[in-house]
């Protein structure tokens, strides 16, 4: 069956970093576009960098760029969103998701995990 399990999610000062993992089964990882998701609590879901099939482009939110990274390393079968210099605001439960077609919008995804917590605190 498919599956997009993430990991890595955990408290950290903010400054520090984070790398979280998204490991797939069940489908061609490389014919797929990913995307990585958050929500916080009273907030709606918001994609915050995805990554292309066959890694053609990689695209990130204004709010993160400069800071987080997607990465796709198809041996693995794994996605990652290496993510630095942490704010408060980053707090979330993030979320990985897979689909045919690269995009900003999260309903445009046919698979997701279960998502990680991310907390960002002093």
């Known amino acids: 069956q498919v599956q997009l399990v993430e990991s890595g999610g955990g408290l950290v000062q903010p400054g520090g970093s984070l790398r979280l993992s998204c490991a797939a089964s069940?489908?061609?990882?490389?014919?797929?576009?990913i995307g990585w998701f958050r929500q916080a609590p009273g907030r709606e879901r918001e994609a915050v960098s995805w990554?292309?099939?066959?890694?053609?482009?990689?695209h990130a939110a204004d709010s993160v760029k400069g800071r987080f990274t997607i990465s796709r390393d198809t041996d693995k079968r794994t996605v990652y969103l290496q993510m630095n210099s942490l704010k408060p605001e980053d707090t979330a439960v993030y979320y990985c998701?897979?689909?045919?077609?690269?995009?900003?919008?999260?309903?445009?995804?046919?698979?997701w995990g279960q998502g990680t917590q991310v907390t960002v605190s002093s």
């Open positions: 069940g489908f061609t990882l490389d014919n797929y576009a």
């Open positions: 998701a897979a689909g045919r077609i690269a995009a900003v919008t999260w309903a445009r995804y046919d698979y």
């Open positions: 990554i292309s099939r066959s890694d053609i482009s990689t």
